[in-house]
Each structure stands twice: as C-alpha cells, then as structure tokens.
C-alpha cells in the first residue's frame, strides 16, 4: 500500500555569487591598504615613524600582502559550491593553503619583531595576534592533514576557520567606522577591543556556516533512506 504524500515546493535559493562576491567586496579594504603600502616601498616615500618599519624590514610586509591578497580572493571563490563540485576547487586550494600560510606567519614575524607604533596596537593586542596568528596556521595545516585522508568535512570546517581569521582586517574596518564616527579615536584598550571584536565576529560566523553545512549534509545523507522506505511502505 502507498502513500500519497505532498510534492514539496521548491525553494528560492539565492544566486551562489552573493557570498563570494561579498567576501571579495570586503577583502577590498586590506587589499588596497596593502597595494598602497608596497607602492611606497617600491617608489621610495617618505619614511616615517609609522612606516619605518616596513622599509627597515620589508620582506615580511610584502610577503603578508601578497599571500594574504591570494588568500583572501582565492578564498572567497571557494565558497562558491558549483566551484566545489568542480576540478578548479582542488587546484585553487593548493594556491590557497599555501598563500594561508604566508599570510599567518608572516603576521606572526611582524607582531614578534616589529616596533610596532602606539597608533596601531593596544595593550595585549599583540598577544591576540600571536594567538590568532597561530591558529590560523594551525588550521590551515589540520585542514589539509584532513583532506590528504580523505576528510573533506573536517577539511571544510577547519579552511572556513581559517578563512574568518585571515579576513579580519576587513570586518575591522567595519567595526571601526561606526565607532570612530561617532566618537571618535578610540583609546589604546578600545582600540584592542574593536579589534579582537572584528576577529570574533568573524569566528562565530564561521562556526554558525560550519554547523549549517553539516546539518544540510545529514538532510542530504537521510533524504535517499527517506525515499526509499516510501516506496517500500
């Protein structure tokens, strides 16, 4: 005996391109701050105590740039899930992880070794970034252990943490503006705050994006066994 049951509507998915497209808009920010910076270390500006150490030390700085502007686009493109499905997804990730990882560390050898500026750091910010700095490589390094085995979740989960991390300057920005315009400079410690602010938002989105994946892939994984129980019944 079957069971008549209704034909379920189909739902309005919004266009793939949004969340690629809104993470490349937001990466714009540290983007265009990095082409800046390497236009004055290439053109010879003028040194100042803000930039002073960028042209005592630049290796670090231009490879921070460049690996984290490879990230953070490249990234953003595997969001995309018809580009998941695709051959483009496994050889982009060998750019990606890489570039990660360049990103992470060379964040690491400037918050260790550069003087940095009061206008730029705040108490214990310093010790946020070695923090962040090491996590971010951590999970880049567990994420491509995860899918050498074959771990594809794990690896997903872990590259998305990644992700928010490295994309920190962007939602920075955000976080800043409206505070900055409203009251203006904020002091050393509410400098440290707003910044840890922008990394955490990013984190709990990542974490919210990561469990949303996994409940929409036990749906994916329980509706076969649905269907053919039906057609038993």
Excluded: C, K
């Amino acid at each position: 005996m079957t069971t008549a049951t209704a034909r379920p509507q189909p739902t309005r998915r919004r266009p793939e391109w949004l969340v690629p497209a809104g993470l490349i808009a937001l990466s714009l920010v540290p983007i265009v701050a990095g082409s800046a910076r390497l236009t004055q270390l290439t053109t010879g500006a003028t040194v100042t105590a803000e930039n002073a150490r960028f042209f005592d030390s630049p290796i670090p700085v231009v490879a921070h740039i460049i690996g984290s502007s490879v990230f953070l686009v490249l990234g953003a493109l595997q969001f995309s899930p018809s580009l998941r499905r695709r051959r483009w997804h496994r050889i982009a990730g060998r750019v990606v992880a890489p570039a990660g990882l360049v990103s992470a560390l060379s964040a690491l050898w400037m918050t260790l070794f550069y003087d940095m500026p009061a206008a730029v750091t705040g108490p214990g910010l310093a010790a946020v970034r070695v923090v962040l700095g090491t996590a971010m490589a951590s999970a880049i390094v567990v994420a491509f252990v995860a899918i050498r085995r074959g771990d594809v979740r794990t690896h997903s989960a872990w590259m998305t943490r990644a992700y928010a991390i490295g994309m920190g300057a962007g939602t920075q920005v955000l976080v800043f503006m409206p505070y900055t315009l409203v009251i203006g400079t904020p002091a050393p410690f509410t400098h440290t705050l707003l910044m840890t602010a922008g990394w955490v938002i990013n984190l709990v989105i990542a974490e919210v994006v990561i469990r949303r994946r996994a409940r929409a892939g036990r749906s994916r994984r329980g509706a076969p066994m649905a269907a053919t129980g039906a057609r038993l019944s």
